[in-house]
């Protein structure tokens, strides 16, 4: 019994001991030449197309080889490196990766672009056939597409031509888009959508033309040899071709309106058959009809009344009437005017033509009146015209006084009476308003100094009128005063280029010459040459006693014209300027062992810079004098190979020896 006992507890203690390896996490397993297993990104997996089925076979083939050349892995690391599809060593993944990026580089990284060649040459009218040569870059498709379209000032785009695989492209403009207006081209790919540069055309306007006589009306009548003015508007795309009912043609033409005369020996219809310019064929309009009569009956009437509805006294102006029919020799025709209730009076000269010029004579006082024409053989009148006798303007300058600081505008009251809306304004400065419509009027002025401020000229209507007024503004400006800013260091080099901060308010007078001095020998300021900029002033600073160390000098700007000087600073003058280093030192030291030489520094602007003739190097030393520790292992001499300042290169002198003895 003692014996099964003892056998089952050892057995226990084995079957523990197994179990307790197996699970122990610091058993650590063989090691194994199966390289590492990395997961695809599904962000690098789609891209792989026809290369994944290669890929998938040599992952198989490298899971073999893994199972055979490694005897040691057990099943159940082999189930943890197994490959599927979507599994790759890390190297196959690195190098896939790489594969994927210049796939993707190809797809979208290349640089596409359409570009349309210059067609500023182009003048087209809706409805026309265009050629719009472009180039390309980048790997376009073979099967890829390139279609023109129009944008008009909207944002609206229809396509105008069939898709095309090369340049040029036909286009069409559509016969409905409006001419005189512009619009941009822009060449659309359809494979990997790419879009050119937008470029501007613009439509030319289909031509119209209406034909009237030249007063409007669409009718007159002619006594036979006389003749007759036509008038025909054009609008469109200039120059212009027309033609007549009478065969009239007309090629060419710039004017717009175009007048014709016309001499029919009997009554006679005239329309136009056609006009055209670079868009071909437009549109037509209206009628003349001037008939001819041996003896029609006179007739008088005025003609453009809206022109003469205001007048002014002792300014001549041309009153344009008709008068058709037979007149007897020796007809004449008179202007007259009537107040409202008051009998009619002749102010012009008998005239035989259709327009007189005449003017009101000054004793007629403004206001409204009535005007016609008549003729003596036969007597008629006209019809009766409302007039305003306007009268001259008369133009007060308001008196202000207006306290103004520098650079602000003000304004000044100018009132108008008379010959107006419109007003206009001259003011003694050049300042100049017109088309006014209000009064009182206020005009800006923005006056540089104090200012007397008179009317020049003025008037409206009637031309330049009477003026009157004075206005003063003063200007208010700052007291001159310059500023000397903070100095960017107190302590200079003798030689060197200071830069000097300040700032100037006030008005200088024409010919002012800005200067820095400094203090002489004696303190007395001097002037040094001077280089000015914006906000700085640059000056050479030499100090005036150069045998001492350093001195203290002041300085200040001052102003010619008015004379003006800022505040005093100090600045200290380092002269002279170049630094002086003395190695000293004597020393019997056994070899390994350390000792220390001295440098003492003069002159120049600390820091301190210097290499010894062992090739020792300190850079930007504040310490005066300088304790180095040296560890020759032979008898040397040391001896300064280099000194500077801030004032630049200095010099060296003395020696220091350190004896080695073994």
């Given at each position: 019994?003692?014996?099964?006992?003892?056998?089952?507890?050892?057995?226990?203690?084995a079957y523990s001991g197994t179990t307790l390896g197996q699970k122990s996490p610091s058993v650590k397993k063989p090691a194994s030449n199966a390289k590492k297993t990395v997961i695809v990104p599904a962000k690098k997996a789609v891209i792989l197309k026809a290369d994944t089925a290669k890929a998938s076979s040599k992952i198989q083939a490298d899971t073999k080889a893994v199972n055979l050349k490694d005897s040691s892995v057990n099943q159940s690391e082999i189930d943890t490196m197994a490959v599927s599809k979507d599994t790759l060593t890390e190297k196959q993944a690195d190098e896939l990766a790489e594969k994927a990026e210049k796939t993707a580089?190809?797809?979208?990284?290349?640089?596409?672009?359409?570009?349309?060649?210059?067609?500023?040459?182009?003048?087209?009218?809706?409805?026309?056939?265009?050629?719009?040569?472009?180039?390309?870059?980048?790997?376009?498709?073979?099967?890829?597409?390139?279609?023109?379209?129009?944008?008009?000032?909207?944002?609206?785009?229809?396509?105008?031509?069939?898709?095309?695989?090369?340049?040029p492209i036909r286009a069409v403009i559509p016969s409905y888009k409006i001419g005189g207006e512009v619009y941009q081209l822009q060449i659309v790919s359809n494979i990997s959508v790419f879009k050119s540069q937008l470029v501007s055309i613009r439509l030319l306007q289909i031509p119209s033309a209406r034909l009237e006589v030249i007063d409007g009306t669409q009718a007159v009548r002619i006594m036979p040899g006389q003749e007759v003015n036509l008038k025909v508007n054009l609008s469109g795309t200039a120059p212009w071709s027309f033609r007549l009912s009478d065969s009239t043609n007309v090629i060419n033409t710039l004017s717009n309106p175009h007048f014709l005369i016309v001499k029919p020996t009997q009554v006679r219809a005239y329309k136009i058959l056609g006009v055209s310019n670079a868009c071909g064929s437009g549109t037509i309009s209206g009628e003349a009809i001037v008939n001819v009569d041996d003896n029609p009956e006179p007739k008088l009437e005025l003609k453009e009344i809206d022109?003469?509805?205001?007048?002014?006294s002792d300014i001549p102006f041309q009153v344009p009437f008709s008068a058709t029919g037979k007149f007897k020799a020796g007809n004449r025709f008179v202007v007259q005017i009537a107040e409202r209730t008051g009998a009619f009076k002749t102010i012009s000269s008998p005239d035989s033509s259709g327009y007189i010029t005449t003017k009101i004579p000054a004793s007629y006082k403004p206001g409204e009146y009535r005007l016609r024409v008549t003729s003596s053989a036969p007597y008629l009148v006209s019809q009766t015209a409302a007039v305003t006798i306007v009268s001259p303007t008369v133009t007060t300058l308001l008196k202000d006084s207006l306290y103004l600081n520098e650079d602000q505008s003000g304004e000044l009251t100018v009132k108008f009476a008379g010959g107006g809306p419109p007003w206009f304004v001259l003011l003694s400065d050049g300042t100049y308003e017109n088309n006014i419509q209000e009064s009182p009027y206020k005009v800006k002025v923005k006056p540089y100094n104090d200012t007397n401020y008179e009317i020049t000229s003025a008037g409206g209507l009637c031309g330049v009128g009477k003026f009157s007024g004075k206005a003063k503004v003063a200007v208010k400006t700052p007291p001159v005063a310059i500023t000397l800013d903070k100095l960017s260091q107190n302590m200079v080099c003798s030689g060197s280029v200071l830069e000097i901060p300040y700032k100037i308010v006030g008005r200088y007078n024409p010919g002012n010459r800005f200067v820095v001095q400094i203090t002489d020998k004696n303190g007395k300021f001097v002037d040094l040459p001077t280089t000015i900029t914006a906000s700085t002033m640059n000056v050479k600073l030499t100090s005036a006693s150069p045998a001492d160390t350093i001195r203290t000098h002041r300085i200040r700007i001052i102003s010619s014209s008015p004379a003006v000087s800022s505040a005093i600073e100090e600045i200290d003058i380092i002269a002279p300027n170049k630094a002086v280093g003395e190695v000293s030192g004597k020393n019997i030291i056994t070899a390994g062992r350390s000792t220390r030489i001295q440098l003492k520094f003069k002159n120049g602007l600390p820091p301190w810079s210097f290499t010894l003739s062992d090739g020792t190097s300190i850079t930007g030393t504040f310490l005066n004098p300088y304790l180095i520790t040296v560890s020759p292992t032979a008898t040397t001499e040391y001896k300064l190979a280099a000194v500077k300042s801030g004032c630049g290169t200095g010099s060296g002198k003395g020696s220091a020896i350190i004896t080695v003895e073994n």
């Open positions: 019994m003692s014996k099964f006992i003892i056998f089952f507890f050892l057995g226990l203690l580089v190809k797809d979208t990284v290349d640089i596409y672009k359409i570009k349309i060649e210059d067609i500023s040459y182009l003048s087209v009218c809706p409805g026309t056939t265009i050629n719009v040569p472009f180039s390309t870059e980048g790997p376009f498709d073979d099967e890829n597409t390139f279609v023109v379209h129009l944008i008009d000032a909207s944002g609206k785009s229809v396509p105008i031509s069939l898709p095309v695989k090369k340049s022109k003469i509805t205001k007048v002014c």
